[in-house]
């Protein structure tokens, strides 16, 4: 099992992009569905993006439609979140993950990344 490692996360400023890679989307011969997942401080951990592992099927919260985007690269391992028009509310740790289905969990803590920081000034 290949652990997600996030990256591209930073300090913005409101109405800025940023673009967000998660590695570790499948190994050899096998791509995982994936999602993106936040937490915000003293917030409970909640969906954000979802993508089927042939990229064909894609799912979004409501909070970000029409301003994030998800897509994957699977000859690289690798799925991204584009995300435009930042807004404060989106200030989170941005977590990358193996996922079963839209706004599903992962069922293994190891199916988690690490988390990366994302940070809107308004």
């Known amino acids: 099992q290949v652990q997600p490692v996030e990256s591209g996360g930073g300090l913005v400023q409101a109405g800025d992009s940023l673009r967000l890679t998660c590695a570790g989307s499948?190994?050899?011969?096998?791509?995982?569905?994936m999602g993106w997942f936040r937490q915000a401080p003293g917030k409970e951990r909640e969906f954000v993006a979802y993508?089927?592992?042939?990229?064909?099927?894609?799912y979004y919260a409501d909070s970000v439609k029409g301003r994030f985007t998800i897509s994957r690269d699977n000859a690289k391992n690798t799925v991204y979140l584009q995300m435009n028009s930042l807004k404060a509310e989106d200030t989170a740790v941005y977590f990358c993950?193996?996922?079963?289905?839209?706004?599903?969990?992962?069922?293994?803590?190891?199916?988690w990344g690490q988390g990366i920081q994302v940070t809107v000034s308004s």
């Open positions: 499948g190994r050899t011969g096998r791509n995982y569905n």
């Open positions: 993950a193996r996922t079963s289905g839209p706004g599903r969990f992962p069922s293994q803590d190891d199916y």
């Open positions: 993508i089927s592992w042939s990229g064909d099927y894609k």
